[in-house]
T-cell receptor, first 114, second 111 residues
Framework: EPEVTQTPSHQVTQMGQEVILRCVPISNHLYFYWYRQILGQKVEFLVSFYNNEISEKSEIFDDQFSVERPDGSNFTLKIRSTKLEDSAMYFC????????????FGPGTRLTVL | DQQVKQNSPSLSVQEGRISILNCDYTNSMFDYFLWYKKYPAEGPTFLISISSIKDKNEDGRFTVFLNKSAKHLSLHIVPSQPGDSAVYFCAATSNTGKLIFGQGTTLQVKP
């Protein structure tokens, strides 16, 4: 069964460093998402991406964040200058059609900012 | 932002009995609702969904009920099994596509 994959599973970085989190969505899906979950809190939407551009972003997704689909398979989230409060689980999700369809999640990347 | 609420942080049931997980929402623009199951250090796994044009959707042991007038949905698991023990998230979406999640309910099914 097709699945969303994410690498790395765990990333430790120093405050102020740049990190890139990688995702391979399900191959025939067209819509891509990043969510995050800070420990003990709910899963929060960060950004949605379709047709090589951002379709929606949350207030969390400020200028320090960017997303890219560099080729036909990968979908990346870059944090330019990490802060302590960026420590969280980051989940990538994908879905096939825009509405009334299920988003499938990857296993997540645990980002720890020291 | 409390558009989707799961007011019970935890639920404990005996194996073989029914588990009922509840979820309330405030945004009347939501038109599609999903339940996800999550184990620690894993991503949410899709369980079952329901469109706002329906009031019930069933898939094996899992049934989701939607009461639009009350802005309430529930997930029923019958019979509950120890392997069902996990955190269950309710999520809602409108035509924008982004999912709004509840806080989650930790279900423990005791053998």
């Amino acid at each position: 069964e097709p699945e969303v994959t994410q690498t790395p599973s765990h990333q430790v970085t120093q405050m102020g460093q740049e990190v890139i989190l990688r995702c391979v969505p399900i191959s025939n899906h067209l819509y891509f998402y990043w969510y995050r979950q800070i420990l003990g809190q709910k899963v929060e939407f960060l950004v949605s991406f379709y047709n090589n551009e951002i379709s929606e972003k949350s207030e969390i997704f400020d200028d320090q964040f960017s997303v890219e689909r560099p080729d036909g398979s990968n979908f990346t989230l870059k944090i330019r200058s990490t802060k302590l409060e960026d420590s969280a689980m980051y989940f990538c999700a994908s879905r096939w059609v825009p509405a009334a369809d299920t988003q499938y999640f990857g296993p997540g990347t645990r980002l720890t900012v020291l | 932002d409390q558009q989707v609420k799961q007011n019970s942080p935890s639920l404990s049931v005996q194996e073989g009995r029914i588990s009922i997980l509840n979820c309330d929402y405030t945004n009347s623009m939501f038109d599609y609702f999903l339940w996800y199951k999550k184990y620690p250090a894993e991503g949410p796994t899709f369980l079952i969904s329901i469109s706002s044009i329906k009031d019930k959707n069933e898939d094996g042991r899992f049934t989701v009920f939607l009461n639009k007038s009350a802005k309430h949905l529930s997930l029923h698991i019958v019979p509950s099994q120890p392997g069902d023990s996990a955190v269950y998230f309710c999520a809602a979406t409108s035509n924008t596509g982004k999912l709004i999640f509840g806080q989650g309910t930790t279900l423990q099914v005791k053998p």
